[in-house]
Structure formats: structure tokens, C-alpha cells
């Protein structure tokens, strides 16, 4: 009679291998595993389940502080080291070996300890989250949100290597452990978990949860047949089990233990011990499915949308293409008319509802170019009938407007006040908008966020060219007045541009007694200035001073203090604060 793996040979006959022992023993001998190494591994892990408790905690918080950082700020490296770190994999492999050998300690120690370290990498990475100043979805963060049926498989191969690491340890199986820890990736969906739960975006946290779940069952499953496979179910673990729970004071892990032990002695106990992790798998694999389906469908959709607007004429000087969860938004800005745009707009949305199989959602934007003006000139003059003329707004117009609430909305006050700001379409780039402020250089960094904001906000991809204009004075003596002109010249050519800003200028007072050089300088450079096309509005102001003196801010400039003393005497230079 056959013998159910892991448990004690009868006391009253003799002990019989269980069928199939045999090829289990030429399996393990092709991975040069022996009888005595299978026991010792298994020795190990008993013993190993109960020693280096703090190391692995540290281990595992500094992975989820790592990963989470990583994820925030969209670094795969830091990610990648975050997965090294990790020490999540051991636990869940002993999992599985102790549902393979039959062993209710290690798998009740192991379970228990995979399931704190979920709720503590999920807490703490709330925890952080909340304690960012900033909450973006970035593409490190998106791709742990949308499992597939791929993922699935992934994690099947990275089952079959962990078990293969784990019984074979050794310097010949390191990048192999390396590789299985990058590949698996179990920390950072827990990470997003936890930031989905501290930015309370259900979808985030329910879909990096799918993932975690896929990569859990899919490496328990596997670890369990491929110890069986290998013979560990030869393994007698009855005399460790005792001693370890022995070690146990009385509670619920001993009686758990036993509840366990009752299922996991019968006859086929190792079918009820499969069926366990299978169970789950097959739970996950139909919400994987579908979203693999969804992703093969958004590929398509895309490809053959994309390859229509590419066949469109030149004139199309921008688009913008969404495809995502059964949804597509076409929108293009062509030059011509508007009866030309109204019959490509027509023409897309019969194609693409063709190859979607879903009405979509096209506009199309039609900007005048000189022979579309030339054309409607024409035919107004050609007429001589009077027209009824209804008033539109052009659509460029709108979207000016909706532009222009956007950037209200996002533009970031450490930056200084938003003056002005120009719209460009440069051919096969992206929008590119051009802000005017007085104030501090945003930077790249910021100038990206504010380009990703607006790209969010108007439903296509916007780039941010950052124009800063300093706030402090630009200052030089009387005999620097050429230099002076170089460096204030560009700052008050925004004046000319910008009707919010104003320019506040001093220049040094009738040279009187100086050297006839230094006289000669200082009037050319006050011709100079005053040739500006800047000088030319009322909103730069002019007055005598000591020395050379330009501000540009978006407040008037203050009126000159009343003179002191001497009637006829000039203002004391440096009293105006020039706008400051």
C-alpha cells in the first residue's frame, strides 16, 4: 500500500515507498540532490523560520521605503535595488514547501509571516505616501495597476527558478536568485497598494493588489510541484515537528498546528495541499484574462488609428490619440477650413467606429491659413447679394480660453506672478506653450509638471517653455552704462510684449563737470535707450539718478519723492524704489 509522503512509516509492518518515489529520486539526482541534502534543506528552513526575525523585518522596510520612493519619483533603478533587497521571496517559498512536505509548523510560521509583511509593506508605504507633498502617477506606478495574463505567466517562471535557487544553493544559482528576485517584483505592487490606499484612487490599489495576488499563488503552486517533483514529500519532518513546537508555549499556533496536522496526514493529503494555492490561481487568472484582452484590444485600436493619422495631409500640424478602458478620443488642429475639417472629422469617426467597434469621440480643429483667407476673401468680393453674417467664435479662440484657465489653475506662486504667455505649434513636436513671469526660473523639473498637468487638462501632450523675468534691479555706475544697456535692454523688451509689466528706469543725471569721455558714453547710452521700442509705452518711466538703474515688475513705478532743500537742486538718486 502506498504511503502518503511526509508522514511516519506504520509501527506494525514494514514501510513502503510511495509509487512514483523511484522517478522523483532520478529527477533530483539529474539536479545533483541528494537524499541528504533534501533533508537538510528542509532542516534549514524549520530551523532558519524562527532565528533572524530583526534582520529580516529591517530587510523588508528598507525595501518598501526604497521601492516607494522609486515609484514616486519614476525610477526603475531604484525599484530594481528595492527588489534586490527584498527578503519577501524566502517566507513564501517556505510557504510552499511546507504545503509540499506536509508540514503544518512551517507552513503555519511561513503564512503567518508572509501575511504581517503584507500588512506592514501596505501600511507603511500609506504612511509615506501621505507624507509626500506631491501625488503623480508615474509610468513606474501605472505599470503595476493593470495586471495581465502575461504577468501570470511570468511569475509561473520565476516560481520554477525560486524553487530551483532554493534546492540548489550555492554560488553557481546567485544571478539566478538575482534574477528571480528583478523578475518576480513582489514588494513594489504592495507599494502601490499602499499608495493607492494613502491617495485613495481605488483603481490603483485594487489593480497592483491583482498583481501581488497573481505572483503569490502562481510561486506558491509551483514551488509545491516542484518540490514534489523532486522528492521532498520523502522528507519526514515528525520528529522536527515535534521538537519545534515543543519550543512553543501553549496558544493558537500549537492548536492551529494541529487542526492542520489532522488535514494534512490523510491519505491524499497532498491534493488538499495543491488544491490550496490552485484554487486562488484560477480565481485571479479570469480578471487576468479579460485584461489581457483589453490590452490586445487597446494595441489594435491604436495601431490602425494611428496609421490614419499618419495618411492624413501635411497641413495637420497636431494630434492627440487616447485609447484606454474601452474609450477613444481623436483631436487635431489642421489648417484649412472648416468645411475641410468637418469631412476629415467625419471620415475618421466612420473609420475608426469600424475598426473599434465603439462610436469615438473626434474633433478636429480648423485654423484659416493664408489661401483658406484668400479663398473666403474671394468669395465674399465675387457676391453681391447681401449675407447674413452670424457671429462664431473661432475655435482657436476656445481653446486660448480653456488654455488660458488651465495654466491659472496650475501655475505654481513660488514662481512669481504669471504675466503673459504664447502658444506655439511646431511641426511633428508637441504644443509648446511660452510663460512669461516675474519671478524665479521654474526649472525642468517644475516646467515638466506643469507641462504634465496641462497635457492632463486639455487632453493632449503640452510642453512648458519657462521665459523667467528677474525681479531684482539691474544696476551699474555711470561708466558701465554700455554694459548696463546689454544686460536691461532684453529685460524691458518684455514691457513691449506684456502689458502687465512695467519698467522703471534711472539714468545718471546731466554729466556736468565729468571728463568729456565719460559725458560722450553716457549720452550715447541714453540715445540708445530711449530708441528702444520699449520707451515707446507709457508703462516705462524714466527719471535722473545717480547711476544706471532698470527694474521690470508688474507693478507701476512709485512717483518721484519731492525734492529737498534747494529748489533747483535734483532728486536724490537711489530714494525711488523703481517699481521694487
Given at each position: 500500500?502506498d504511503?502518503?509522503?511526509?508522514r ?10 510511495p509509487?512514483?518515489?523511484a ?37 523588508l ?33 517556505e ?11 512551517l ?9 504581517f ?11 509615506l ?23 501570470l505567466?511570468i ?12 534546492v ?6 546567485t544571478?539566478?536568485?538575482?534574477g ?5 517584483a ?7 497598494v ?10 490603483i ?23 514534489l ?26 492548536r492551529?498546528?494541529r487542526v ?14 495543491v ?13 487576468l ?8 484590444w ?10 490614419m493619422?499618419?495618411a492624413l495631409?501635411q ?16 483631436r ?48 465674399v ?46 511641426e ?22 506643469l ?11 503640452v ?18 552704462g554700455?554694459?548696463?544697456?546689454q ?5 524691458l ?6 502689458e ?20 560722450e ?19 516705462v518711466?524714466v ?5 544706471w ?6 507693478a ?20 525711488d524704489?523703481?517699481?521694487r
Amino acid at each position: 500500500m502506498d504511503q502518503d509522503p511526509g508522514r511516519e512509516p506504520p509501527a506494525d509492518g514494514p514501510y513502503v515507498r510511495p509509487a512514483g518515489a523511484a522517478f522523483q529520486d532520478r529527477i533530483a539526482a539529474a539536479f545533483d540532490i541528494t537524499p541528504e541534502a533534501r533533508e537538510a534543506i528542509v532542516r534549514g528552513m524549520l530551523d532558519r523560520s524562527a532565528r533572524g526575525a530583526a534582520g529580516y523585518w529591517l530587510q523588508l522596510l528598507l525595501a518598501m521605503g526604497i521601492a516607494a520612493l522609486g515609484l514616486v519619483l519614476g525610477s526603475g533603478a531604484v525599484v530594481i535595488g528595492a527588489m534586490l533587497i527584498s527578503p519577501l521571496m524566502g517566507p513564501i517559498v517556505e510557504l510552499g514547501m511546507g504545503l509540499a512536505i506536509g508540514s503544518p509548523f512551517l507552513a503555519l510560521r511561513s503564512f503567518s509571516r508572509v501575511a504581517f509583511s503584507i500588512v506592514t509593506v501596505v501600511t507603511g508605504a500609506a504612511l509615506l505616501t501621505l507624507m509626500l507633498p506631491f501625488h503623480e502617477v508615474t509610468a513606474e506606478i501605472a505599470a503595476r495597476t493593470s495586471p495581465t495574463a502575461l504577468d501570470l505567466l511570468i511569475a509561473i517562471f520565476c516560481a520554477i527558478a525560486a524553487a530551483y535557487t532554493t534546492v540548489r544553493p550555492g554560488s553557481d544559482t546567485t544571478s539566478t536568485a538575482a534574477g528571480t528576485a528583478i523578475g518576480i517584483a513582489l514588494v513594489p505592487p504592495l507599494c502601490v497598494v499602499g499608495y493607492g490606499i494613502g491617495t485613495r484612487v481605488k483603481s490603483i490599489a485594487s489593480g497592483a493588489a491583482l498583481l501581488f495576488t497573481a505572483n503569490l499563488c502562481a510561486i506558491l503552486l509551483f514551488a509545491i510541484l516542484c518540490f514534489l517533483l523532486l522528492g521532498y514529500g520523502a522528507v519526514s519532518t515528525a520528529e522536527l515537528e515535534h521538537a519545534e513546537l515543543a519550543k512553543q508555549k501553549p496558544g493558537a499556533i500549537r492548536r492551529v498546528a494541529r487542526v492542520l496536522q489532522v488535514f494534512f496526514e490523510l491519505r491524499h493529503g497532498w491534493i488538499f495541499r495543491v488544491m490550496m494555492p490552485l484554487a486562488l490561481l484560477g480565481a485571479v487568472y479570469f480578471p487576468l484574462r479579460e485584461a489581457l484582452a483589453r490590452v490586445s484590444w487597446e494595441v489594435r485600436v491604436r495601431g490602425a488609428i494611428q496609421r490614419m493619422l499618419d495618411a492624413l495631409p501635411q497641413s495637420t500640424v497636431r494630434s492627440s490619440l487616447t485609447v484606454d478602458h474601452g474609450t477613444v478620443a481623436v483631436r487635431l488642429v489642421t489648417l484649412g477650413r472648416a468645411d475641410e475639417a468637418e469631412r476629415i472629422e467625419q471620415d475618421l469617426r466612420d473609420k475608426i467606429a469600424a475598426v473599434a467597434g465603439m462610436p469615438p469621440k473626434v474633433d478636429v480643429i480648423a485654423v484659416l491659413d493664408a489661401s483658406a483667407l484668400e479663398e473666403v476673401a474671394a468669395s465674399v468680393r465675387a457676391t453681391s447679394a447681401p449675407i447674413d453674417v452670424v457671429r462664431k467664435e473661432p475655435e482657436l479662440v476656445l481653446l486660448r480660453q480653456e488654455l488660458s484657465a488651465s495654466l491659472a489653475g496650475a501655475w505654481p506662486h513660488a514662481a512669481g506672478p504669471l504675466v503673459a504667455w504664447r502658444l506655439r505649434f511646431p511641426e511633428n513636436d508637441p504644443v509648446v506653450v511660452e510663460v512669461v513671469h516675474v519671478g524665479p526660473a521654474l526649472g525642468d523639473a517644475a516646467s515638466d509638471l506643469l507641462g504634465r498637468a496641462l497635457s492632463r487638462e486639455l487632453g493632449a501632450e503640452v510642453a512648458v517653455q519657462d521665459r523667467a523675468i528677474s525681479p531684482e534691479p539691474i544696476v551699474a555706475e555711470p561708466a558701465g552704462g554700455w554694459p548696463w544697456l546689454q544686460a536691461a535692454g532684453p529685460a524691458l523688451a518684455w514691457v513691449d510684449e506684456a502689458e502687465a509689466l512695467h519698467g522703471c528706469v534711472e539714468v545718471p543725471a546731466d554729466p556736468g563737470e565729468k571728463p568729456k569721455q565719460d559725458a560722450e558714453d553716457i549720452g550715447a547710452v541714453r540715445a540708445a535707450l530711449r530708441a528702444l521700442p520699449a520707451l515707446r509705452t507709457d508703462r516705462v518711466h524714466v527719471r535722473e539718478g545717480a547711476r544706471w538703474r532698470a527694474v521690470v515688475s508688474t507693478a507701476p513705478c512709485a512717483p518721484p519723492e519731492p525734492a529737498t532743500g534747494d529748489a533747483g537742486a535734483p532728486e536724490e538718486a537711489g530714494k525711488d524704489g523703481g517699481g521694487r
